[in-house]
Nanobody, 124 residues
Framework: QVQLVESGGGLVQAGGSLRLSCAAS????????MGWFRQAPGKEREFVAA????????FYTNSVKGRFTISRDNAKNTVYLQMNSLKPEDTAVYYC?????????????????WGQGTQVTVSS
């Protein structure tokens, strides 16, 4: 079955950087749009970034544009999220997700496969 396993979370000071990874198995990775979402305590899960199957198109929520970069390595079945200039408001559990269709890329309901999440905590 499909498995998505995130890693790379942790505790970092404001202004610092983290790189999240998501290793995928059980799917034809190069055929899937890959996304990152996050959920802070008491809040809904929200879209952060996504990347097309080829890596040629990337999408970001406004609050992370210019600070976060999503990328993928189809040979390694892995998607990454480089997070720079981190802020306390970036604190959340970050989830990797996969979907086969290309439309409505920010809609979490269209992502069929999810990882277990990795905690990112940014201290002020």
């Amino acid at each position: 079955q499909v498995q998505l396993v995130e890693s790379g979370g942790g505790l970092v000071q404001a202004g610092g950087s983290l790189r999240l990874s998501c290793a995928a198995s059980g799917l034809t990775f190069g055929s899937y749009v890959m996304g990152w979402f996050r959920q802070a305590p008491g809040k809904e899960r929200e879209f952060v970034a996504a990347i097309s199957w080829s890596g040629g198109n990337t999408f970001y929520t406004n609050s992370v544009k210019g600070r976060f970069t999503i990328s993928r390595d189809n040979a390694k079945n892995t998607v990454y999220l480089q997070m720079n200039s981190l802020k306390p408001e970036d604190t959340a559990v970050y989830y990797c997700a996969a979907k086969i269709s290309t439309g409505q890329i920010m809609d979490r309901r269209l992502y069929a496969n999810w990882g277990q999440g990795t905690q990112v905590t940014v201290s002020s």
